[in-house]
Protein backbone atom coordinates (compact mmCIF):
# COMPACT_ATOMS: atom_id res chain seq x y z
CA UNK A 1 0.00 0.00 0.00
CA UNK A 2 0.96 3.40 -1.16
CA UNK A 3 -0.09 6.71 1.32
CA UNK A 4 1.22 10.31 0.45
CA UNK A 5 2.59 11.84 3.50
CA UNK A 6 3.22 15.81 3.57
CA UNK A 7 6.35 16.39 5.49
CA UNK A 8 8.87 19.53 6.64
CA UNK A 9 12.51 18.69 6.65
CA UNK A 10 14.54 20.33 9.49
CA UNK A 11 17.94 19.57 11.04
CA UNK A 12 17.94 16.52 8.77
CA UNK A 13 14.49 14.90 9.76
CA UNK A 14 11.43 14.24 7.87
CA UNK A 15 8.22 15.50 10.35
CA UNK A 16 5.57 14.52 8.81
CA UNK A 17 2.55 17.12 8.66
CA UNK A 18 -0.01 15.00 10.26
CA UNK A 19 -0.59 11.89 12.14
CA UNK A 20 0.85 8.90 10.55
CA UNK A 21 -0.60 5.51 11.88
CA UNK A 22 2.80 3.85 11.89
CA UNK A 23 4.57 1.70 14.53
CA UNK A 24 7.60 3.29 15.89
CA UNK A 25 10.89 2.77 14.18
CA UNK A 26 9.11 1.77 10.99
CA UNK A 27 11.15 1.89 8.01
CA UNK A 28 9.60 3.72 5.21
CA UNK A 29 10.87 4.97 1.20
CA UNK A 30 10.74 9.01 0.73
CA UNK A 31 10.68 9.88 -2.77
CA UNK A 32 10.89 13.35 -3.41
CA UNK A 33 9.59 15.32 -6.71
CA UNK A 34 12.17 17.40 -8.70
CA UNK A 35 11.47 20.76 -8.56
CA UNK A 36 9.08 21.64 -11.92
CA UNK A 37 10.96 23.85 -14.26
CA UNK A 38 7.86 26.88 -14.12
CA UNK A 39 8.54 27.20 -17.98
CA UNK A 40 8.32 24.18 -19.12
CA UNK A 41 6.24 22.28 -16.28
CA UNK A 42 5.88 18.70 -18.78
CA UNK A 43 9.66 18.94 -19.58
CA UNK A 44 8.71 18.71 -23.34
CA UNK A 45 11.08 21.32 -24.32
CA UNK A 46 13.81 20.30 -22.26
CA UNK A 47 13.21 16.84 -24.19
CA UNK A 48 13.25 18.22 -26.91
CA UNK A 49 16.87 20.06 -27.00
CA UNK A 50 18.08 16.77 -27.21
CA UNK A 51 16.48 15.31 -30.14
CA UNK A 52 19.33 14.86 -32.99
CA UNK A 53 22.42 15.88 -30.75
CA UNK A 54 23.15 12.44 -30.71
CA UNK A 55 23.84 12.22 -34.55
CA UNK A 56 25.42 15.76 -34.16
CA UNK A 57 29.45 15.08 -34.87
CA UNK A 58 29.93 18.63 -32.92
CA UNK A 59 27.49 18.27 -30.12
CA UNK A 60 27.75 16.99 -26.88
CA UNK A 61 29.85 13.53 -25.85
CA UNK A 62 28.98 13.30 -22.02
CA UNK A 63 24.72 12.96 -23.21
CA UNK A 64 24.74 9.68 -21.83
CA UNK A 65 26.76 9.91 -18.48
CA UNK A 66 25.16 13.28 -17.54
CA UNK A 67 21.69 13.45 -19.07
CA UNK A 68 19.64 14.73 -15.92
CA UNK A 69 21.97 17.38 -16.08
CA UNK A 70 20.87 18.31 -19.74
CA UNK A 71 17.15 17.69 -18.53
CA UNK A 72 17.05 19.27 -15.34
CA UNK A 73 20.07 20.97 -14.67
CA UNK A 74 21.81 24.37 -15.91
CA UNK A 75 23.79 22.84 -18.36
CA UNK A 76 22.65 22.69 -21.75
CA UNK A 77 23.22 21.17 -24.98
CA UNK A 78 25.55 22.89 -27.45
Do not use: C
Amino acid sequence: MTTAVKAIYEHGVFRPKERVQLEERTEVEVLIPLPVDEGDPTGWKAADRLIGIADDPGGPTDVSENHDEYLYGNKRPR
